[in-house]
């Protein structure tokens, strides 16, 4: 949802017939985004699943059984955008 909100501050700041408090409004949401976001990476650097969210399984859609989640590999959690590039990062420095 995070993305949605800086997209929208983003595309009100490159049009150019934009009320100045509308476009302050913007800057204010990039440049909170811009450091809150890596502060949640850091301290939840895990969210809940979306593909099965957080029950760890999926519907079968053939047989209407259940199977392990194939996005989180049956954990119901997958790494923020943030953290894994964080992580790449990491790891190619090293
Ligand atoms: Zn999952």
Redesign the pocket.
């Known amino acids: 949802m995070i993305v949605w909100i800086v997209l929208g501050a983003v595309a009100l700041l490159t049009v150019n017939d934009v009320a100045p408090p509308v476009r302050v409004l913007a800057t204010v949401v990039l440049l909170g985004a811009a450091v809150l976001y890596p502060l949640i990476c850091a301290a939840f650097p895990y969210r809940v699943?979306r593909?099965?969210r957080?029950?760890?399984r999926?519907a079968s859609p053939v047989f209407g059984g259940f199977r392990e989640?194939r996005?989180?590999s049956?954990?119901?959690e997958?790494l923020r955008l943030g953290a894994r590039l964080a992580r790449r990062r990491r790891d190619r420095v090293r």
């Open positions: 699943c593909a099965c957080g029950s760890m999926q989640c996005a989180c049956g954990t119901g997958r």
